[in-house]
């Protein structure tokens, strides 16, 4: 997964919304697991503390399941 990322937008709001674009297109459905913060960080070479902290904040409101900081659809 390749992403350009906007310099005006937070890097962890665009990864969500990529997320959610995801969801809401039917790329990812109910039971599919989505990369843990520690992959996700890594993926994107972002400083894993700081990611963390950012993405479940933001993303709380758009997921309806998370347990064990891994979400879940």
């Given at each position: 997964m390749?992403?350009?990322?906007?310099?005006n937008k937070a890097?962890?709001?665009?990864?969500?919304d990529y997320?959610?674009?995801q969801i809401c297109s039917g790329e990812l459905i109910p039971g599919d697991k989505l990369p843990s913060v520690r992959?996700?960080?890594q993926l994107y070479k972002l400083i894993q503390i700081q990611f963390q902290e950012r993405i479940w904040?933001?993303?709380?409101n758009k997921?309806?399941?998370?347990?064990?900081?891994?979400?879940?659809?």
């Open positions: 390749s992403m350009q990322f906007d310099p890097i962890y709001a665009q990864i969500a997320y959610y674009q992959e996700t960080a904040k933001w993303i709380a997921l309806p399941f998370q347990k064990g900081g891994k979400a879940h659809l």
